[in-house]
């Protein structure tokens, strides 16, 4: 390390993560300190592990000032409900949950309704819930390196009354200075780890010991491979096409979401290195395993977002 | 694919990852960050060189180039070849457009550092997105295309990065493919920059010879360029001093964010350090008011901390039960920052809606968010040949130094000290836009090294003593109105009513206190500033001050206003026509200035403002002095 300059080698010296956290945790109280009724998204995947894990240490020793909302769709892992109820009880934070009625009313699923299911359940949900709340700031556990569009988008994306972004007029965001003003009615979608990379997360939660759905390690499940997908038969809601046969494979899950939609990969890797290590080694984006960036093509996550989608 | 990936480099030991994943990761915990900027102009292939960044890193996964090379044969620039450019440019408008629009910021890393790269526009009319862009970046790549040398776009990116202050430069002369590798031509580019770069102040940069597309001397040392001895990009991105040390060597500041107090037993101040170190047992003090108490915890969830520096947000306990709440500022006791209300600042415009000066917008600086005024732009800067220039606004995108004042005064330090406490934005009051982006120098009260001292024996102190409430009550209209008869009117009735009054009277003042300053605006502003403080400190001291001067400005009286505490300040317009106080004239000063012996006479060549909302209006047509005595009385003392 002899190109360190001596001066530099003196003081104490912040890692990268150190400095994502600090910044993250400054977002998070931003928002509390300037807006009225904030709440945090939690979809219990890794990303909300590590922004819940992020909330808790901001606002220590209070828990932090706002509830989590989880816009369920009835259509995540068994694994993931669990989890939810368990970080839930755990931070001493109050839990909303909110089923789109209309969704409920016509038993929309993944398996006969495509993307209407998506854009019921989640996008519509998520209005809904924000409305009936009247929730002003909402966290998201988006990251910029996920996606293209991701990375032109603001820590503090504003939204108009009727939920839509423009991607033409957000506000310039300099230094650490957030404007978070707004008129009635509109509200902002706050991303406090935007500028976290997949491995950044990864590396938190291990450095953290930050409790994560057992889906994202390796195990023996019952599976079937379908439109070039590997999907796991998570409860006898599973409607097996003729021929299917469930087989047991050791797999795991780089990302989580509704069950039918969300593809695994087979994996002997249980620990979390040994996780981060396929991370590293594997050729393939973690959007891949989600059946969403597939509907429109292009630009379909920008499409979705000036919708309303998170 | 280009050729040039054959001597493909590789960032991260990918044999450590298959063999030893722990120590990987041990390594990449302990990595630091880098923050930079790349500007260049439309064609000085900015996206290609981050995209290759970005590709060389392994940041690129097989389904994205799958869509990369099929979206490179669609719409890509390079023919058969894979357009680096794809990747990096995001939304389908500019995709279309084939330029980038807007900062993006993008992600990779080597085996030494983790690096955030904003990824900013070189379109003309895009400086508000290079300096968003600039504003969190430790470091700046200038893209030059070698075939054109250095244009205006680059002496305004260059001119940018420095006023945004950061110190490490990269002049990177890309496209040296398409000149052959030619080292003379090289050569004469980086001289001409050098001396560009000196006479703006730029004191160092670090020049090197590249090709973005071909891959030379981007993370392999380029075997056609065997001349260049310095490192490649990447290495000196890698392996570049972060001049975190000097930031902890500064004195500590922290602008509140939040006050943590879960119950009674606990109370705590959150925020982010922004300069300097602390320890449990280090006095501080709190700005603005002064006061002082010791850190006596440093809290985090993983337990207190013996030392926190700069970078780290983190919940400070004081050993004393003192006021301090968001919008404050923690510093070291000994070596507090400035307070202040009025400042040099350079501005850039970043709305459409141009600056109107004189508007209040808010301006938001550390956690505080106050009202604050511009003044009329001393002048504009071309950021294209760095003239200054005359200007009566800034419209989008402009640069220009003008007076900031504020409404309350603020704890700051000049911008080229503390980013974190000399940057700051507007915000429009009506539209809530973000309109500009400033960076103070200095304050412009000579006192800006006086600091606050708290009194222990306060205002209501002296209030209670007195046993009644202090109050200002400002008579303002034209000369021979009836100010002074009035205002002396009313005194006498306080004081027989048991009061602790003081008349201030204009005349009077300027026989001692204002004897150097004359009639022209600017010293009619500095004699109500005067009087207003003169005013603010006898209400504090418990008294009920009465003042009688023409104040003919809205500005200046609302400024007073603002000084006093809410509901103390009564505004009393003694509302005598011209004509009527021109016919009076009671010390014949009408006459003298109609016959052009007096300059600057308020009604007759010097405008005069009415108040639009006064707390008490007195027609001197329509009542007598002693009516119009009463009507004040009433109101201050109901």
Known sequence: ?310 | MPGSLAQQPVYEADGLIAEDIDTYLDRHQHKSLLRFITCGSVDDGKSTLIGRLLYDSKMIFEDQLATLEADSRKLGTQGQNIDFALLVDGLAAEREQGITIDVAYRFFATAERKFIVADTPGHEQYTRNMVTGASTADLAVILIDARKGVLVQTRRHSYLAHLLGIRNIVLAVNKMDLIGYDQARYEAIVAEYGAFARSIGIEDFMPMPISGFKGDNITTLSETMPWYRGPTLIRHLETVPIDVASDQRKPFRMPVQWVNRPNLDFRGFSGLIASGTVRPGNPVRVLPSGKTSTVSRIVTQDGDLDVAVAGQSVTLCLADEIDCSRGDVLAAAEEPPQVADQFEATVVWMADEALLPGRPYWLKLGTRTVTATLQQPKYQINVNSLEHLAAKTLDLNAIGVTVVATDQPITFEPYADNRQLGGFILIDKQTNATVAAGMLHFSLRRAQNVHWQALDVTRETHARLKNQSPAVVWFTGLSGAGKSTIANLVEKKLVRMNRHTFLLDGDNIRHGLNRDLGFTDADRIENIRRVGHVAKLMSDAGLIVLTAFISPFRAERAMVRAMMPPGTFLEVHIDTPLEEAERRDVKGLYKKARAGQLAHFTGIDSPYEPPEAPDIRIDTTRMTPEQAADLIIERLIP
Not at chain 1, 14 to 36: D, K, M, N, W
Not at chain 1, 41 to 48: H, Q
Not at chain 1, 212 to 227: C, N
């Open chain 1, 1 to 310: 390390m002899n190109h360190i300059d001596l001066k530099e080698r003196e003081a104490v010296r912040l890692t990268h993560l150190q400095r994502l956290e600090a910044e993250s945790i400054h977002i998070l109280r931003e928002v509390v300190a300037e807006t009225e009724k904030p709440v945090m998204l939690y979809s219990v995947g890794k990303d909300s592990a590590v922004m819940l894990h992020l909330a808790r240490k901001a606002f220590y020793p209070s828990p932090p000032p706002f509830p989590l909302l989880h816009v369920d769709t009835t259509w995540k892992f068994k694994a993931m409900y669990e989890m939810r109820d368990r970080m839930a009880r755990e931070s001493g934070m109050e839990l909303l949950v909110h089923h789109n009625p209309e969704a409920v009313e016509k038993g929309i699923n993944p398996f006969d309704h495509g993307p209407l299911h998506t854009d019921l359940w989640k996008t519509e949900g998520l209005k809904q819930a924000l409305d009936l709340h009247g929730f002003d700031a909402a966290f998201g556990g988006a990251r910029r390196d996920e996606e293209k569009s991701r990375a032109k988008e603001r820590v503090f994306s504003f939204r108009s009354a009727s939920h839509r972004w423009d991607p033409k007029s957000q506000r310039p965001e300099l230094w650490n200075l957030y404007n978070a003003r707004k008129a009635k009615g509109e509200s902002i979608r706050v991303f406090p780890i935007s500028n976290w990379t997949e491995l950044d997360i990864w590396q938190y939660i291990h450095l953290n010991d930050i409790p994560i759905v057992p889906l994202y390690f390796a195990a023996r499940r019952p599976t079937v491979e379908r439109d070039g997908m590997l999907l796991m038969v998570d409860d006898e809601r599973f409607p097996l096409r003729p021929g299917e046969t469930p087989v047991e494979l050791s797999i795991r899950f780089r990302t989580l979401g509704c069950y039918p939609l969300t593809g695994a990969v087979e994996s002997e890797a249980t620990t979390l290195p040994a996780v981060i290590q396929e991370m590293l080694l594997t050729t393939t984006s973690e959007r891949q395993g989600r059946a969403i960036d597939r509907d429109a093509g292009a630009g379909s996550m920008e499409k979705k977002k000036q919708e309303g989608y998170f």
